[in-house]
């Protein structure tokens, strides 16, 4: 795909790219269930205030471009 031709095999690049967002979901669902819980049960208002702003600078430093 870099190289802008058409992948040979189209099949396999299907598998990947579901295998990709199978992972990516397990790991979403994972964090909510698990890590924010436990974050909202151990961080004061002020740290939560502080990641909050934290992620959202780094999640529109990757999406400026």
């Not at 819980?37 to 430093?61: C, F, G, T």
């Amino acid at each position: 795909l870099g190289s802008g031709r058409m992948p040979r095999n189209t099949n396999m690049l299907g598998y990947r790219f579901r295998s990709f967002g199978e992972a990516y979901r397990r790991h979403l669902i994972w964090e909510i269930e698990h890590l924010l819980p436990l974050a909202h049960s151990r961080l004061v208002p002020e740290d939560l205030a502080s990641l909050k702003l934290q992620m959202i600078k780094h999640r529109n430093k990757n999406f400026a471009s």
